[in-house]
T-cell receptor, first 113, second 112 residues
Framework: DTAVSQTPKYLVTQMGNDKSIKCEQNLGHDTMYWYKQDSKKFLKIMFSYNNKELIINETVPNRFSPKSPDKAHLNLHINSLELGDSAVYFC????????????FGPGTRLLVL | GEDVEQSLFLSVREGDSSVINCTYTDSSSTYLYWYKQEPGAGLQLLTYIFSNMDMKQDQRLTVLLNKKDKHLSLRIADTQTGDSAIYFCAVPLTGGGNKLTFGTGTQLKVEL
C-alpha cells in the first residue's frame, strides 16, 4: 500500500486556469506538508498542517491555498496559474511536526503553458 | 549563500566510495537527514543521524556529523550504478520554526 499518494501525477494546463492537487497519507501521521521543487531541483517548503491546522506558511502567493479536510488529506488549490508555477509539487507527512522523519509522495509534475 | 549547501555534482567509478558533503548555518538539537531522489521519483529517506552523534553506519552508508564545523557528510561504500541519483541533506535550522530545510542537492553519477 502506498504510504503517501498524490493525484494527479502529471498536470498540463493553460495559464490562468485553476487546478487542484490532492494528497493522502495512510500512515496515521499528524502533520502534512507541501513542497515545491523547481527546475534546478531546489526543494522548498510551502505549507505545513498539523491536525488540520495551518502551522507553516512560507512566502507563497495567495493564489495557492491548501485545504485539509482531515488529518489524512492535504490538498493544494492553485488559482490563476502562471508560467512560473511549473514545477514538481511534493506532499509529505510526518508523525510530529518536522523533528520526525518526513515521508514523501511521488510528486505531481505541473506544466503551465 | 543558501542556509544548507551541497556541491551540485559528483562523479565516481563503480566500486569506488562516494562522499557527499553538506554544510549548514546552524541546526536545532534533533535529527539531520539524507534523502535520495531517483529520476522522475519522489524523495526516499536514506538515513538520518541524531545531533548528539558524530557517526552512524548503516550497511554501505556512513553518516558523519561535525557539529563544530556544521558539516554533515554521507559516504557510500562500493558505489553501484543504482546509486545514481540526487542526494539531499535536510536540516532543522535554528530559528527556522518547525521545519526542515533541504540542501541544494548533489547529483551523483556512477560510471562503469
Amino acid at each position: 500500500d502506498t504510504a503517501v499518494s498524490q493525484t494527479p501525477k502529471y498536470l498540463v494546463t493553460q495559464m490562468g486556469n485553476d487546478k487542484s492537487i490532492k494528497c493522502e497519507q495512510n500512515l496515521g501521521h499528524d502533520t502534512m506538508y507541501w513542497y515545491k521543487q523547481d527546475s534546478k531541483k531546489f526543494l522548498k517548503i510551502m505549507f505545513s498542517y498539523n491536525n488540520k491546522e495551518l502551522i507553516i506558511n512560507e512566502t507563497v502567493p495567495n493564489r495557492f491555498s491548501p485545504k485539509s479536510p482531515d488529518k489524512a488529506h492535504l490538498n493544494l488549490h492553485i488559482n490563476s496559474l502562471e508560467l512560473g508555477d511549473s514545477a514538481v509539487y511534493f506532499c509529505a507527512s510526518s508523525q510530529v511536526i518536522s523533528k520526525e522523519t518526513q515521508y514523501f509522495g511521488p510528486g505531481t509534475r505541473l506544466l503551465v503553458l | 549563500g543558501e542556509d544548507v549547501e551541497q556541491s551540485l555534482f559528483l562523479s565516481v567509478r563503480e566500486g569506488d566510495s562516494s562522499v557527499i558533503n553538506c554544510t549548514y548555518t546552524d541546526s536545532s538539537s534533533t535529527y539531520l537527514y539524507w534523502y535520495k531522489q531517483e529520476p522522475g521519483a519522489g524523495l526516499q529517506l536514506l538515513t538520518y543521524i541524531f545531533s548528539n552523534m558524530d557517526m552512524k553506519q548503516d550497511q554501505r552508508l556512513t553518516v558523519l556529523l561535525n557539529k563544530k564545523d556544521k558539516h554533515l557528510s554521507l559516504r557510500i561504500a562500493d558505489t553501484q550504478t543504482g546509486d545514481s541519483a540526487i542526494y539531499f541533506c535536510a536540516v532543522p535550522l535554528t530559528g527556522g520554526g518547525n521545519k526542515l530545510t533541504f540542501g541544494t542537492g548533489t547529483q551523483l553519477k556512477v560510471e562503469l
